[in-house]
């Protein structure tokens, strides 16, 4: 898709091109620009974020502009990665097969799971980014953008940046012309809010930011959280805790796993690729690609699960209904809480296999009401017990507003979070009006992200970024706008689309 300037943009020419000021003020004589029509000008970009899509970005930049562009990526932590150098919680992975979870242009042959660990996706993620040399070249380790603001007069975005040292830390700014935020929506964890957090004697994390110090075998551990990191950390920790104590409050559909004929088993369980796997693989790029394209087509096929009233949703919510009671051993009082009320497709399913049978095991208790306070000693809900804890996981995500952790400061001094505060939106996901020159490359409000693998839908965000870029420099572009007109349309189509999930 190509971007489509008068329709969905509006933009104001440079006047700076070719070494030439060219007056726009009729007082001063006019004067040829010495640029040739059509040849891109040079432009500086930067990336905030270092995850899959800064890291698309340097090989897009390589292999689209070359010299055209200067890029730099800021990333604020000490690794690549994104989300998965952040996430190392136990049982940590994706919910979405390997051979899915990568970029098309760079197959990685040795997976060693089908649903692989969050590590080694993290390592995929770095080796690739080493192998190009794109960290200090392109990527600034422990560089964390504070502050982007547009600046009309040159048509350029004045970035703060705190780099920070083993020795300390400094502040500087850079200019840019064109920016795009590559930061995600998984970025800004919260606490939960409960009160007197404060007085728990024992040890506390957040899935988001786990202290993998914290020693869990032969303790008790309580969870907070029913979503897709909760779902993952109690099967990995039923096996050593004492005792695992769920504060389990909204019901979400377990998904058996994606199963493939001639990929998987019946169930489409997890599984380890085998030697010979991985072997063929490598040396038969033809059958690879073929498995990676089985894998993908099967994901996109189940998406009638997410339309109302759709027969695919209603054959697949029976099939996992019967699967889930079979996981929990038939027990209707089990059943009751688990096994939800509302149609598939109202929250992302996933997989997790193992969760469901945990409440079987007799280490596992389920804490009866909602939790009304921290103690000293663990967690008190309005039954009035209090469910004493060595170690509490507060698996209880992220603000999901997309707004940045960050100020980002428009045209006439509007500013992103302000714009968004009552309901975000953006033109494709990508541009809100009143911030030119700027991209959510890592996509926002409104992303076509509600089943499959997110790496495919970044790589088709980066694509069309590179030709809003390559249009600036060719079509002597100072500032391009999204309409708001556009935004609006987008949301209207977008909303009248929703209404059949």
């Known amino acids: ?16 091109v070719g070494g030439t000021t060219i007056s726009t003020d009729s007082k001063d004589p006019y004067k040829v620009s010495e640029h040739i029509l059509w040849a891109p000008r040079k432009l500086r970009v930067a990336s905030i974020g270092a995850g899959a899509s800064g890291i698309m970005m340097c090989y897009k930049k390589e292999q689209h502009f070359g010299d055209d562009i200067d890029l730099v990526v800021y990333e604020r932590y000490s690794a690549v990665g994104g989300v998965w150098h952040a996430n190392r919680y136990p049982g940590c992975r994706c919910d979405v097969p390997s051979a899915g979870y990568q970029f098309s242009f760079a197959p990685k042959a040795d997976w060693s799971r089908y ?4 590590h080694e996706i993290q390592q995929y993620y770095a080796d690739f980014a080493e192998k190009h040399n794109y960290i200090g070249k392109y990527i600034h380790l422990r560089h964390e953008v504070t502050k982007a603001q547009w600046d009309e007069t040159t048509g350029q975005w004045i970035l703060t940046i705190t780099k920070t040292t083993d020795e300390g830390s400094e502040t500087f700014e850079d200019r840019v012309d064109f920016l795009v935020g590559n930061i995600g929506v998984l970025n800004t964890w919260k606490w939960p809010n409960i009160p007197n ?13 786990y202290d993998t110090s914290i020693e869990l075998a032969g303790k008790r551990v309580a969870v907070i959280g029913s979503g897709a990191s909760s779902i993952q950390i109690i099967p990995a920790i039923q096996k050593i805790a004492e005792e695992v104590i769920t504060f389990y409050r909204t019901p979400q559909w377990i998904s058996p796993g994606l199963a493939i004929d001639g990929v998987t ?27 990676r394209k089985a894998i993908e087509q099967k994901i996109n096929s189940a998406f009638p699960t997410n339309i109302r009233d759709h027969l695919y949703q209603k054959v697949a919510r029976e099939n996992i ?8 051993g038939d027990d209707p ?12 497709g109202c929250r992302r399913l996933g997989p997790a296999e193992g969760f469901l049978q945990c409440f079987l095991q007799p280490n596992v208790t389920i804490a009866e009401g909602d939790i009304v306070s921290f103690t000293e000693k663990g967690l008190k809900t309005s039954t009035g017990q209090e469910y004493e804890a060595d170690v509490i996981i507060c698996a209880t995500g992220f603000d999901v507003s997309f707004k940045p952790y960050f100020p980002v400061i428009g045209i006439n001094g509007k500013t992103l979070a302000d714009e968004w505060k009552d309901e975000p939106s953006a033109y494709l996901a990508m541009g809100a009006s009143g911030f030119p020159n700027f991209m959510l490359g890592s996509l926002g409000p409104n992303c076509p992200a509600g089943h499959g693998s997110f790496v495919t839908v970044l790589e088709a965000a980066q694509n069309y970024i590179c030709k809003l870029i390559r249009k600036i420099q060719t079509e002597n572009i100072k500032s391009l706008d999204v309409k708001p007109t556009a935004v609006a349309e987008y949301n209207e189509h977008v909303h009248e689309w929703l209404k059949r999930t």
């Open 265 to 291: 088993d019946a169930e489409g369980g997890n599984f380890d690729y085998t030697e010979e796997d991985k072997a063929r693989f490598r040396d038969d790029p033809a059958h690879h690609l073929q498995y």
């Open 197 to 209: 957090r404060e007085a728990f004697k024992g040890k506390m994390t957040h899935s988001a930011d």
């Open 333 to 344: 009082t089990l059943m009751k809480k688990f096994i939800p009320d509302f149609p598939l």
């Open 1 to 16: 898709m190509a971007p489509h300037a008068t329709d969905d943009y509006s933009f104001t020419f440079d006047n700076r």
């Open 115 to 118: 649903y692989s660990p969050a």
């Open 321 to 328: 209904e019967k699967k889930m009671a079979a996981a929990l």
